[in-house]
């Protein structure tokens, strides 16, 4: 019962120490759990059963930073933590179910460039964990590391883009929003079949032949199925990750002098950090135990 006792203080007094470093992230946290919560119940009592299941990623996903702190021993920054919420709950919550990329045009770029954004600060931090882990003797330049983190933000931004165009191409999802446009060239109607692009200019609307049907669409031009919406998300993909590997070199370049890159550079919590903080923790309660041993009294 006595040890029993002393793990559950102990883990009270972390629990304590967490919430007063935490205190703002813990409420973001909890705020955007309840507001989740709210959602899915609204949804599941409207019937959408598809809804319901992003809501229930969204909780899942909510978790990330937490479970990224203690599998890797790390101490993320709270503006880190705090934007990586609400970039989950902005593209989920705000974006799939309130329909905000179609309210907003530009609701899906500003998440592409903030993805490229914390993909970036999340590759350079990989690098610079290595590069400070007591179990590691990595010494890695400021430009490989910049490299690295570009790199590592760009292939995720692939990566998401392969996985939109699966979704539309066997579940019919439209991940990868149309663009109307008003021209097109294509070697496909070039009537010589040389290979020579053929241009159509003006384009004002668009029929659909289905079933010896002729359908007009209506939208004043030519749909565009996904690719100019995959090109613009890369683009902003790489400005955002440009962005932080140029703010990421100048701040291993001049360690500890970039005041707003630390904000979305994680620590590295050492074995011996973290053991000074337990014997804190539990300091009172052995104070309490411990017998006073005073060399002038007689055993």
């Given at each position: 019962m006595g040890k029993q006792s002393k793990k559950k203080n102990n883990f009270l007094a972390t629990a304590h120490q967490a919430l007063r470093k935490k205190g703002v992230v813990t409420t973001v946290y909890l705020v955007l759990r309840l507001l989740v919560i709210l959602v899915m119940v609204a949804q599941f009592f409207n019937g959408n059963f598809e809804n319901v299941f992003l809501c229930i990623l969204t909780l899942?996903?909510?978790l990330l930073p937490t479970v990224l702190e203690r599998r890797l021993q790390i101490d993320l920054p709270n503006t880190l933590e705090i934007i990586?919420?609400?970039?989950?709950?902005?593209?989920?919550?705000?974006?799939?179910?309130?329909?905000?990329?179609?309210?907003?045009?530009?609701?899906?770029?500003?998440?592409?460039?903030?993805?490229?954004?914390?993909?970036?600060?999340?590759?350079?931090?990989?690098?610079?964990?290595?590069?400070?882990?007591?179990?590691?003797?990595?010494?890695?330049s400021p430009v490989f590391m910049a490299i690295v983190a570009f790199c590592f933000s760009m292939t995720i931004g692939v990566l998401?883009?392969?996985?939109?165009?699966?979704?539309?191409?066997?579940?019919?999802?439209?991940?990868?929003?149309?663009?109307?446009?008003n021209s097109i060239s294509s070697v496909l109607l070039d009537p010589t079949g040389r290979q020579r692009p053929f241009a159509i200019h003006g384009i004002t609307d668009l029929i659909v032949v289905t079933n010896?049907?002729?359908?007009?669409?209506?939208?004043g031009g030519y749909l565009d199925i996904g690719l100019l919406d995959t090109m613009?998300?890369?683009?902003?993909?790489?400005?955002?990750?440009?962005?932080?590997?140029?703010?990421?070199?100048?701040y291993v370049k001049n360690r500890g002098k970039g005041r707003f890159t630390r904000n979305f550079i994680p620590q590295v919590l050492s074995h011996h950090t973290h053991s000074e903080e337990t014997q804190d923790s539990a300091a009172p309660q052995d104070s309490t135990e411990a017998p006073s041993s005073d060399p002038s009294q007689p055993e």
């Open positions: 899942i996903l909510l990586i919420m609400l970039f989950i709950f902005a593209a989920e919550i705000l974006g799939e179910i309130q329909a905000y990329y179609t309210a907003f045009p530009y609701w899906d770029t500003m998440l592409h460039t903030l993805n490229g954004f914390l993909c970036a600060a999340i590759g350079f931090s990989l690098v610079d964990l290595c590069n400070r882990h007591e179990r590691f003797s990595l010494s890695l998401w883009e392969f996985f939109e165009c699966a979704m539309d191409q066997f579940f019919l999802l439209d991940m990868q929003k149309d663009t109307v446009i010896g049907e002729q359908i007009p669409l209506g939208l613009n998300d890369l683009l902003v993909n790489f400005i955002g990750a440009a962005v932080f590997s140029f703010l990421g070199y100048f």
